[in-house]
């Protein structure tokens, strides 16, 4: 089996309050989605990638073909520091790249 060395970690969490409330890792940039971009290029270094997210709701709106761990906050409304707190015990990575 081999060794996971590096973890990737992806806030999805937030409000997007800034962004009309829209979910801004679904943003479309040169036809790819912000998330599809994230985890693309996250692929290309790490061994593994963790999906952060606020709540069930949000896990429910991520796309069907992402088939990676996906944590929730315990913590509401704690801001981004709750969704590294949840990513970072859910990798299995020495380093984590958030």
Same mark, same amino acid.
């Given at each position: 089996? %081999?060794?996971?060395?590096?973890? *990737?970690?992806?806030? /999805?969490?937030?409000?997007?309050?800034?962004?009309? &409330?829209?979910?801004k890792?679904? &943003? =479309?940039?040169? $036809?790819? =989605? &912000?998330?599809?971009?994230? +985890?693309?290029? /996250? #692929?290309q270094? %790490?061994?593994?990638?963790? /999906?952060?997210?606020r709540?069930?709701?949000?896990?429910?709106? /991520?796309?069907? #073909?992402?088939?990676?761990? +996906? +944590?929730?906050?315990?913590?509401?409304?704690? $801001?981004?520091?709750? $969704? @590294?707190?949840?990513?970072?015990?859910?990798?299995? *990575?020495?380093? @984590? @790249?958030?």
């Amino acid at each position: 089996m %081999t060794e996971i060395l590096r973890s *990737g970690l992806i806030l /999805l969490g937030g409000m997007a309050s800034r962004a009309g &409330f829209r979910a801004k890792y679904l &943003f =479309t940039y040169e $036809g790819e =989605t &912000f998330l599809d971009r994230q +985890v693309r290029v /996250l #692929h290309q270094v %790490t061994d593994e990638i963790v /999906l952060s997210c606020r709540d069930d709701e949000q896990v429910g709106s /991520l796309p069907d #073909h992402l088939n990676y761990q +996906v +944590v929730v906050d315990e913590r509401k409304e704690q $801001g981004p520091s709750e $969704g @590294v707190r949840m990513g970072i015990q859910a990798c299995t *990575g020495r380093y @984590v @790249v958030v």
